[in-house]
């Protein structure tokens, strides 16, 4: 007779608190430790719950593709995003990703490429040589205003980027570690910041909505330069006044608008952050960059059309995903009891695959905590095995806006590299990251701009 399956192994860790005040303190470190102590899959044990935490790309196989229907969304991603297309499930998912798929096709992003460069030229206008720049926050600013103009149609006045990145940061709130140490009813300033946020950005959702009205716009000529009329809101509010499977109910819209709003903009700027990081910190990277902008682009702004030719710059983008996933953990709920490499996982328990110990696992990575954008050479990308570079996630939640986000990454880095470089001007020798939903910095980025 084969032994009962055993539910995964717990790292050691105090009682009562569990996990908690370790986990919160430095949840990277602590998840460093725990698949040393555990191996690749273990459990998470917090004073409310426990989470089941797996780190290996065979786990997140089965996960994502072969046993998908096992993991569903979670709770706390439908609190956040209502029933927007990253926190559904089954078939109110699968006609959502249908209705939205089609705007995000390849031939309709590269109509923004010039958008994103001029997007990118006008803020390099604002800089000064010599002054040091968050570039953190810049890059925020900057694919947050890239994002409206494209995918809603709509400039950004002055102030309301910074408002709404406020907005969008109480989202992340929830996730942070530190709000775990209490259960969900009670009420705690980032709870509460949570709430206002969601509010906030729900308003704006609403008047970007009534504001929309294609032949009002038309008329006052408000679409931003160099860009269709047809948007993503447009089609939403399309699908609002349809029927049939094409219908989107007004609660899915606001939805829809929310998620991109949330999904769309850090995650880039993220991946922006941290190549400028990489490069302040690896100067000869940084040079050949330069140069490789020079001899491609031969100083005209780069559309595109230039970007196969700018293997490296392409190279310094999958790098920066491999080391500083924006996304770091992917969540996920069991639907029903499951097994996974012999352990039992009971219904409805929480799971984390953990992304960024993957991308810095040595066993899949030579020197995996050094930046090397040169590994990514064919033969090296053709035998990584799969499922071990997932900054996009994997199976069919793929992430609908990943040629959207490598198309921005490629062509603001290469806009910016052209007539600026980076020097670190932290207090620390390095950055502190953070995780929230997505990879942050303690601290910032602070940079001192150097013009070329
Ligand atoms: C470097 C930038 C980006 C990264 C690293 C990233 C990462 C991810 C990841 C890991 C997922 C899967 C989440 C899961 O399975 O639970 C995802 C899903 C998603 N992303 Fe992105 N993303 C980026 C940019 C964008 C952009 C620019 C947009 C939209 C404009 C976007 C919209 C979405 C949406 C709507 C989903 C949900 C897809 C579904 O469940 O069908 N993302 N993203």
């Known amino acids: 007779m084969s032994p009962e399956p055993q539910p995964p192994p717990t790292p050691s860790g105090l009682p009562v608190l569990g996990h908690t005040l370790d986990f919160a303190r430095d949840p990277f470190e602590f998840t460093y430790r725990a698949i040393d ?81 001029a997007a990118t030229q006008r803020r390099l206008d604002t800089w000064t040589p010599g002054e040091v720049q968050d570039v953190e926050s810049e890059m925020q600013d900057l694919t947050l205003e890239i994002l409206f103009a494209t995918l809603f149609g709509r400039e950004l006045t002055p102030g309301e980027g910074a408002d709404l990145r406020t907005a969008s940061e109480g989202l992340n709130k929830w996730f942070a570690p530190t709000s775990w140490l209490l259960p969900n009813w009670v009420s705690t300033p980032s709870r509460r910041a949570f709430f206002d946020s969601k509010e906030r950005l729900r308003t704006e959702i609403r008047r970007l909505l009534t504001e929309h009205d294609p032949d009002k716009r038309a008329d006052e000529n408000s679409q931003p330069d160099g860009l269709q009329r047809e948007t993503l809101l447009s089609k939403l509010d399309e699908a609002r006044h349809s029927s049939g ?151 069919r939640r793929t992430c609908i806006g990943r040629d959207f986000a490598r198309l921005e990454a490629t062509l603001v880095l290469a806009t910016i590299g052209q007539h600026w470089s980076f020097e670190w001007a932290g207090e620390e020798t390095t950055v502190s990251i953070e995780p929230e939903i997505t990879t942050k910095t303690k601290n910032g980025l602070p940079m001192r701009l150097k013009a070329r």
Request: aromatic content about 12%.
């Open 245 to 395: 499977q094409n219908h989107l109910s007004t609660e899915e819209v606001e939805g829809q608008l929310l998620t991109m709003l949330f999904a769309g903009y850090e995650t880039t700027a993220a991946a922006l952050g941290f190549a400028w990081y990489s490069l302040a910190m690896n100067p000869d990277i940084q040079q050949a960059f330069h140069e490789e902008l020079d001899t491609v682009l031969g100083g005209d702004p780069p559309t595109h059309e230039d970007i196969d030719d700018l293997e490296l710059t392409c190279r310094i983008v999958t790098e920066t995903l491999r080391m500083y996933p924006p996304v770091h953990t992917i969540p996920r709920q069991t639907t029903r009891a499951v097994e996974v490499d012999g352990y039992q996982i009971p219904a409805d328990r929480e799971i984390h695959l953990a992304v960024l110990s993957v991308h810095r696992d040595e066993r899949f990575y030579e020197n995996p905590d050094s930046f090397r954008p040169n590994r990514w050479i064919s033969e090296f990308e053709n035998e990584l095995p799969d499922y071990t570079f997932m900054p996009f996630g994997g199976g």
């Open 37 to 117: 102590e555990c191996g690749d899959i273990y459990r998470l044990v917090l004073p409310t719950t426990e989470v089941c935490v797996m780190a290996h790309p065979d786990y997140f196989r089965q996960v994502l593709v072969t046993d998908v229907d096992a993991f569903g969304k979670t709770d706390d991603y439908r609190k956040a995003f209502g029933s927007g297309v990253l926190a559904t499930d089954g078939a109110q998912w699968r006609r959502q990703r249908k209705i939205l798929q089609p705007l995000f096709h390849q031939d309709r992003i590269t109509g923004y490429g010039d958008y994103m460069v």
